[in-house]
C-alpha cells in the first residue's frame, strides 16, 4: 500500500502533486527497482494524485530498464471524504458555538504555516468525529467513514480473491491505506484516523494476505527519501 506524493495543499485544486511531489514518486519507484521489487500487479485509485504518483514509481522503473506492470484503476480506493465534510460542518459549527471549533477557527493565520496549522487542527477534530458516526445526520451528502472502509476492504478482497500468490501494489492515498493497516492491528476507528494522520507522502506499507491470516510486515517506510527537508505528510 503506497501513499501519493506531496499534493498541492490550500491551492484550489488539491489533487496534484506538488514538484516534491512528483520527486518522491520517483524516489520511489528508484528504491523499489534499485531493491529488485517486482510486481505482479499495479493498482491505483482514481485520483489525479495517484496516476502522477503511479506515473512517478513506473519512471523510477523505466529509468533502470525494468518492466512494470500494465496499470489498474480501481474506484474502491479513492480517498475518503473527510475533507468535504470538514468544509461543510466547520462554519455550521462554529455557528452552533462549538467551542473547540471556534477556538480552532480564531488561531492566527498570518503565514502560510498558521493556515496550514489551522486547517490541520480543525480537520483532525472533525473526522475524529465523524469516523464514529457522530455527524452522519448533518453530513448525509457525503459518504459515511462506514462507507468508505466497506469500499476500501471490498476493494482488497476483490484483489485477494483474483491474485493468489501474487505481490501487488495499490497507490492510493492515507485513509485506505490506515484502513488496511487498522484492520490487521485490530484497531478501533479513531485510531485508524490517528494513524491516517501520520502516514508520509509516498511511503509503502506492506501486508501479507493469506487463507489464514493477514499479517502488517511494514508501515510508513520511507528510507527512500534520504533528505529529511523532503520528508512530508501534506
Partial sequence: MIRHGQASILSDN??????????????LGEYLASNNIHFDRVIMGPLFRHQQTTEGIQKGYLTR????????????????????????????LVEEGDKRAIEIANMPMDTRNDKIRQHLRMFEYITKKWVTGTYDDVASDYQTWAAFTDKVLN?????????????????????PVSVLVGQVLGMSQ???????WMIENASFSEVHISSKRRSLRNFNCHNHITDPNKITTI
Avoid: C
Avoid at 67 to 88: D, K, L, N, W, Y
Avoid at 156 to 174: E, L, P, R, T, Y
Avoid at 190 to 196: A, D, G, L, S
Fill in 65 to 92: 530498464n525494468m518492466s512494470f506492470p500494465e496499470i489498474e484503476t480501481m474506484e474502491a480506493f479513492r480517498e475518503h471524504q473527510g475533507p468535504a465534510v470538514v468544509r461543510a460542518l466547520a462554519p455550521k
Fill in 190 to 196: 479513531e485510531k485508524i484516523m490517528e494513524m491516517n
Fill in 155 to 175: 476493494g482488497i478482497n476483490d484483489i485477494v480473491a483474483s491474485s493468489k500468490n501474487q505481490h501487488i501494489a495499490v497507490v492510493s492515498s492515507g485513509g
Fill in 14 to 27: 488539491y489533487d496534484q502533486l506538488s514538484d516534491l511531489g512528483k520527486e518522491q514518486a520517483e524516489l
